[in-house]
């Protein structure tokens, strides 16, 4: 790996999602530090993310490497950690059932990806299913369920939706830029995993099977 | 140094600078552009409030015009850093709330929230501010008579509040 993508590069991604992953956008803009259980499955995600040759980190920390090296490596599995708490903060929903559910959900997930996927591509691949699907579900789903009705019939039937659900599936109502800010981070942040230094043998693996 | 040393150095230097920018970011949770560049410029010894709107802000004050001199105040300082103007913008809120049968519990909080940040900018919290034509000189002071006002108790049933004056 460059020193230009592992000092410069990957930082300023993974930091970037970190800033923008905790924006908050509805009436006014707040900064949300990541949840308890967000760290926990960021942790769950990187461990995902070792195991299945997506990162290696001994190629970011090693007693081989310079201080500086070993400094620029610590800086990248840092903020990566970071922006993946935040990046899983930003897509579960904030409240009610939704948020437990996608808790749940996305614990299931990872784990399932953590003992079962060992190919890089095959875990980036899921790993991108799993997040546009958190993202569609709570930016495109709940807020619109969520979002104010411009009529007199559709803010009835909100009313009797939210009646019904016990109050319990609707969220917050958010800003259209919403929507957009996390789109963006999300893309971000998989261009920043897709580009962390993986174990040789994985990309030996992966240049075979490319030439078979 | 080679030129991959210079690389590194440079990036990780970057990197810490932008991740303390984040925290402050987090920490200070600005809400305007202005509020951002004021925040960055007076860490660095930059930022300085606009005196010329300031004096305005006090004029208005002095006449009792207060939602005039809350605007001139923010125009004086839009980034909000100065403890100063803090301090009026709250004092502000405290007299126009005060009223002699009740006070307005809405206009109190925002002062309350107000001085609150007007301590927190201050050297060491403390805030003294001289004006001959204020009565409360000290943020703490301030602080205590707007927590007293939103208190509800029942010697604010007792007739005799009606004489009791504005500071």
Redesign the interface.
């Known amino acids: 790996m460059s020193a230009v993508r592992e000092a410069v590069v990957l930082p300023a991604i993974f930091l970037t999602v970190a800033l923008v992953g905790g924006l908050q956008i509805d009436a006014r803009v707040a900064l949300v530090p990541p949840s308890l259980f967000s760290l926990v499955l960021a942790t769950l995600l990187f461990a995902a993310l070792i195991r299945g040759g997506v990162v290696a980190p001994d190629r970011l920390l090693h007693s081989s490497r310079s201080a500086l090296q070993n400094a620029n490596g610590a800086v990248v599995l840092v903020s990566a950690f970071v922006a993946a708490a935040q990046i899983l903060s930003m897509v579960i929903p904030r409240s009610g059932l939704p948020l437990f559910f996608a808790d749940l959900f996305l614990l299931v997930l990872l784990v399932n990806a953590l003992v079962s996927v060992r190919d890089r591509v095959h875990l980036l691949r899921s790993l991108a299913v799993m997040l546009g699907s958190a993202l569609l579900l709570k930016f495109v789903l709940l807020a619109s369920l969520s979002a104010p009705a411009d009529s007199r019939t559709a803010r009835l039937l909100f009313a009797l939706f939210d009646a019904a659900t016990f109050g319990s599936i609707a969220q917050e109502a958010q800003a259209p830029a919403a929507g957009y800010v996390a789109f963006a981070a999300v893309a971000l942040f998989l261009i920043g995993v897709s580009l962390l230094p993986a174990p040789p043998q994985v990309r030996t693996h992966t240049a075979l099977s490319r030439r078979d | 140094m080679t030129r991959?040393?210079i690389?590194?150095?440079?990036?990780?230097i970057?990197?810490?600078v932008?991740?303390a920018a984040?925290g402050w970011?987090?920490a200070s949770?600005p809400?305007t552009v202005a509020q951002v560049t004021g925040g960055f410029a007076s860490i660095v010894g930059a930022y300085s409030i606009d005196e010329q709107a300031f004096a305005d802000g006090l004029r208005f004050f002095n006449r009792d015009q207060f939602v005039e001199a809350r605007a001139a105040f923010a125009r004086a300082d839009p980034a909000e850093r100065g403890a100063r103007t803090q301090y009026y913008i709250a004092y502000s809120y405290y007299r126009q709330g005060w009223g002699r049968l009740h006070n307005d519990d809405a206009l109190f909080a925002k002062g309350l929230a107000t001085i609150d940040k007007a301590i927190a900018l201050a050297p060491r919290e403390r805030l003294v501010v001289d004006d001959p034509g204020l009565q409360i000189h000290s943020a703490d002071e301030l602080r205590a008579e707007l927590q007293r006002g939103m208190t509800h108790e029942l010697s604010d049933w007792n007739p005799l509040r009606v004489f009791r004056t504005r500071k």
């Open positions: 991959e040393s690389v590194r150095g440079v990036g990780l970057g990197a810490v932008y991740a984040i970011l987090y949770q809400q």
